[in-house]
């Protein structure tokens, strides 16, 4: 098994193997709260295609942002903490960010898309040791896929540790993280989008036990489909 690290947009185009798209602060956090609370997600690229899309499907939620701010109409934002402990059972939940879900559709060269982020690490190591591919490539996608983030690119080498057997401290990645510049904004008491409570959870290790594959769903959108590590694709 090879591993490799690519950033952004580009590395998501580039991206070979089993492909981990890595959003922490929040895409791929929110989206695994989304699924533990019933949900099914669809993710799309583009704002009104994520409008188009919910309109064919009764009863769908809209769920984006861009630079963090909620989307105009939207029920959503992207948090985890707006999504734990609600009751999405039996709901589709149209999904459009400005990093991860770029990210996920840039991706098409790989032959396995997963999504990454703190929350479902370990998961995300079983499922790739599970699969046991020639090639994976983690990618950090950084803010907005164009410019590197901390946490991204620290989940990345988490990742790699993991699967290369070489030492991790979370902890100290954890206490580092809650003041990088993109952590910033939930800090801020202006910023409602970016509840404080989003931190502890985009920092909460292993809370969930499945990874989130990608593949395709309605309307050009891509189900983000839930798998426990080594189920068959």
Not at 26 to 31: D, L, N, P, V, W
Not at 194 to 209: Q, S, T, V, Y
């Amino acid at each position: 098994m090879r591993v490799f690290l690519t950033q952004g947009l580009e590395g998501a185009r580039q991206a070979k193997g089993l492909a981990v798209i890595i959003d922490v602060f929040r895409a791929f956090t929110t989206a695994c709260f989304v699924h533990a609370a019933g949900g099914e997600i669809l993710a799309v690229a583009a704002e009104d295609q994520a409008r188009a899309l919910a309109g064919t499907l009764p009863g769908s939620l809209l769920m984006g942002e861009r630079d963090c701010v909620p989307l105009p109409g939207f029920d959503f934002g992207n948090s985890p903490a707006l999504v734990e402990g609600r009751d999405l059972s039996g709901r589709t939940v149209v999904f459009t960010t400005s990093a991860g879900t770029q990210g996920l559709a840039a991706a098409s060269g790989a032959e396995e898309i997963v999504t990454g982020s703190f929350v479902n690490a370990r998961a995300v190591v079983e499922h790739i040791r599970a699969r046991d591919p020639e090639t994976v490539t983690l990618v950090a996608l950084g803010e907005s896929g164009l410019w590197p983030s901390p946490e991204d690119s620290m989940c990345a080498i988490y990742l790699k540790n993991e699967l290369e057997g070489f030492p991790n401290s979370f902890e100290t990645l954890a206490r580092y993280l809650r003041d990088v510049p993109s952590a910033a904004k939930f800090h801020a008491p202006d910023k409602d989008y970016a509840p404080a409570r989003d931190l502890d959870l985009c920092l909460d290790l292993d809370r969930f036990g499945f990874v989130l594959a990608a593949v395709p769903g309605p309307g050009g959108s891509l189900l983000l489909q839930p798998r426990t590590p080594g189920a068959p694709a």
